[in-house]
Nanobody, 115 residues
Framework: QVQLVESGGGLVQPGGSLTLSCAAS????????VGWYRQDPGKQRELVAR???????NYADSVKGRFTISRDNAKNTVYLQMNSLKPEDTAVYYC?????????WGQGTQVTVSS
């Protein structure tokens, strides 16, 4: 059974940094993309960053230059380094693995940016 477990969320002041981790267990085949999404209450879940199988990355315009997504295949882990955090980055962040068959989601980790 596939599981995605996120960690690293928390409370941080504006301008601060956090690194989110997503550890995958189980066998996942035919992966198209791995990435991070976020969702605020009452809003749609939105893409933050993703890695396409060929190593190409996509970022939301709002996080370009501040966030970096990376992947450690040996550890089956995806990271999201978040720098220069802003209050508008506050949300629940979800790890996602998209395959040709389905999407896998983690349980989410809360990131709160506030002074």
């Amino acid at each position: 059974q596939v599981q995605l477990v996120e960690s690293g969320g928390g409370l941080v002041q504006p301008g601060g940094s956090l690194t989110l981790s997503c550890a995958a267990s189980g066998s996942i085949f035919s992966i198209l993309t791995v990435g991070w999404y976020r969702q605020d209450p009452g809003k749609q879940r939105e893409l933050v960053a993703r890695i396409i199988s060929a190593g190409i990355t996509n970022y939301a315009d709002s996080v370009k230059g501040r966030f970096t997504i990376s992947r450690d295949n040996a550890k089956n882990t995806v990271y999201l380094q978040m720098n220069s955090l802003k209050p508008e980055d506050t949300a629940v962040y979800y790890c996602n693995v998209r395959t040709v068959v389905r999407d896998y989601w983690g349980q989410g980790t809360q990131v709160t940016v506030s002074s």
